[in-house]
């Protein structure tokens, strides 16, 4: 399974449907999807935020099928419909199969924050719960990787020479800067706050892959994988239009990191970032591990400098719409 440091290690705990439902072979056996396929979910993942966008994105899918709430319902005839927004039995997360011009498609929330996405991308991309070849009604795919494409909001930056970017922009992220605390946990434990620390960061961080390097800053940086960028930008150049752009993404721990708007200027203008959010580098991470291609498309719905924020839902969930119709568009130009 996942890799560090010579280790083999396989997820930690059970945390989704999915994992749960793997020890539940009479169950997922009546499960679609599951049932052709050991179980397992499709190798294309999109990553959101929060069980709303999972819903967002099942209307738009043929077929969807609903993991926690499928599975409660068949393993417990006498379970109420008005109960199943609720089904700890099968894990903590919303989780949707369906498809998109007859493509398979794993739909999940991460939850906020790079501690919960590190635990469920590191859960999902196991070879135990997805896989590369799947059988969708009588057809086959066939992936040399696994895929996720995170699908989320983020706050926009502009600063001078570049073009400028709005309240409901959709960014396509061409590579990450940072790494968050659960990154350096996991590639360090816990030894992390002796005074050559950092060093032992970079030399690890740098070994995973020649996309994982350290900017003239010292920041932390990785590439998103070439041809989910590319696929991408097809999509966000047919549906979006002028509010479509591209750039790199800074990965922060904290939200209150935008209260110092300095480095992110900074980034602006040395390593072409244009967004901030909390789970890219994470996603990067775990991508690495498992042997998946990964990139992002965010809506934009703060901007910095200054304190522009989205107040109006309905802008909001526009600008989220046009997002989720680029990542799926986007699943089609790959696939």
Known sequence: MSKLDGETQDFLGRHTALSLLNQKPRVWHRIPYLKDNEGRAPPIVLAVGDRRRVYTIARKLRNPILLPETAAKLSNRKLQTKNLPSTAEFGRIAMVIGTIASIPVLVLETQMGSSATQIIMNEILSDKL???EYRVRGKRISLPNKIVIRIGTAGGINCGGMPPIQLG?????THSIGATGAIMQSLLRLDFWHPEAYEEFRSKWTSLSPDFTITAGNHPR???SRDVVDAIELAGS???KAA????GNVTKDSLYAELSTDIFLHLCQTENCRTTEMELSTIAVAAHIHETSFGMVSAVVGVLPGSSFVEDEKMKRM????ALQVGLDAVKCLI
């Open 130 to 132: 997805t896989s590369n």
């Open 169 to 173: 922009d959709v960014v396509n992220a």
């Open 222 to 224: 990785v590439e998103c």
């Open 238 to 240: 047919r549906i979006a």
């Open 244 to 247: 479509y752009q591209k750039g």
């Open 319 to 322: 600008a989220e719409d046009k």
